[in-house]
């Protein structure tokens, strides 16, 4: 499994407040760049892979409105974890 409790913990840690808090919007959209990283490189080697696929849209779709959520209420947290999360290419 590529997702572990200890590898969630370390992304909230990381990019949340704590490893407890998981609700905040930076620890989320963390969490959704390392799924979607995870099943891009899925999807490189199983091309015909419609389901997985099917899923990174709609992973990459919360992501965007977390994203759109955060610069909209304070844009100095969404350029901080733009930044660090290398979003924007």
Do not use: C, W
């Not at 959209?29 to 390392?34: E, V």
């Amino acid at each position: 499994m590529y997702l572990t409790k200890e590898v969630k913990e370390q992304i909230f840690t990381k990019h949340g407040k704590s490893a407890t808090d998981t609700g905040t919007a930076e620890g989320q959209i963390a969490l959704f760049t390392f799924r979607i990283n995870h099943l891009t490189e899925h999807l490189k080697k199983n091309r015909h892979d419609y389901n997985t696929e099917r899923s990174l849209v709609k992973l990459v779709g919360k992501r965007r409105s977390l994203l759109d959520y955060l610069k909209k209420k304070e844009i100095n947290r969404y350029r901080e974890i733009i930044k660090e999360l290398n979003i924007r290419k």
